[in-house]
């Protein structure tokens, strides 16, 4: 006679275990950088990769002015990740964010990219380092775009982005760092955005790094370019 009590028990017990478990996962959200172990990559599309670098020309006054300044066609870049089976791009905007694929090539001038890879991609950037390269991404997820290129994590902007994330999370650094005074500084357009974010006291020393630097970088080698 006692069964039917139990086993009532043992299904409230489990039932108030799933709403549980279903509240924990709306409040603390899982890592949105781990991938699911069952999914596979054969949705991917052909050519472009985890762990890859994709470039355009943004339309902004202020891309404007760093496309001036580096002499370059390209003024935002940012990680190509694969989660889940889909491609999305690690991007320092505002705030900092993942966005779909589909929709960053949207986003560029003319609906143009370029992607690069690592030489030795197939033997570096291993499953492990990968996950090491997204797990160091999660401390800027959700910070602010640094349009004052100030090398700190406190914000941050694209290149700068992409430059610490395959520092730090691979160990290899992609470019030399440059100063802010050895680009070209000149250009009207440019020097209206300087004294926009600085006044008269530009900071001439700042270490800094530029989609240009990236792309032009020795490691890396073109795999898509639809420019």
Known sequence: MKKPKYLILGISFLLSFCCALYVTMQVFPTNPF????TKTQTSLPN???????????????QCE???????SKFSHCGIVYEINGNLFVFEAVQPVKLTPLE??????RDKN????RLKNASQVLTPDTLQKMKDYSQ??????????????????????????IYKNGANIELSKLQQLKDFNLTDERVQ???????GNNIPLEEKVVSPSNLVDSDLLVTVVDTY
């Open 34 to 37: 781990l991938a699911s172990k």
């Open 47 to 61: 050519k472009i990769q985890d762990g890859d670098i994709i470039f355009q020309t943004s339309q902004s006054p």
């Open 65 to 71: 002015a760093v496309r001036i300044a580096t002499n």
């Open 103 to 108: 929709n960053w090539i949207m986003h560029g």
């Open 113 to 116: 990219y370029v992607v690069k």
């Open 139 to 164: 401390q800027f997820m959700g910070k602010e775009y640094d349009s004052f290129f100030e090398w700190t994590d406190t914000r941050i902007y694209c290149s700068e982005l992409v430059w610490k």
């Open 192 to 198: 209206k955005i300087l004294k926009e974010r600085y």
